[in-house]
């Protein structure tokens, strides 16, 4: 699309239960940092968090939220992933976390020292 926020993110299936849900809230609650582990989770969680605001609660459906910057997280303190495509909506995702030009610095290390990308590839944690 020409204009980010026109693109049309496609769906995927969650499940979130009563008992991660209360670990959500407890975590958050005592202080301390929820790291999602890959993109599926942050969606997952940020879509719970938008929908149902805090504390969370169980429910299951779908997500096709399209994180990208100015997005304001709601749930997450951190997450772990690997390292995405240039020009994808999961590198949109990384630069709403870290930052856009944090991002493209952290992309560039990457390209120089031959890092692997896509699923199978290095990760990186952002907090």
């Not at 997952?44 to 605001?53: C, D, N, S, V, W």
């Not at 459906?61 to 910057?69: A, K, L, M, N, R």
């Not at 997450?76 to 992933?81: A, M, Q």
């Amino acid at each position: 699309e020409d204009e980010i926020a026109d693109h049309k993110m496609h769906s995927e299936w969650y499940s979130v239960s009563e008992e991660t849900a209360k670990l959500i809230h407890d975590t958050k609650a005592a202080g301390h940092r929820v790291i999602a582990v890959g993109t599926t989770s942050c969606r997952t969680l940020e879509t719970l968090g938008t929908r149902q605001g805090l504390p969370l609660h169980e429910q299951s459906g779908y997500t096709d939220i399209f994180i990208y910057p100015g997005y304001q997280f709601k749930v997450l303190d951190g997450l772990i992933t690997n390292f995405h495509l240039p020009e994808s909506t999961l590198i949109m995702l990384i630069a709403a976390f870290y930052g856009y030009d944090k991002t493209m610095a952290a992309y560039k290390v990457a390209v120089e020292e031959k890092y692997r990308f896509f699923s199978f590839g290095d990760a990186m944690f952002i907090r």
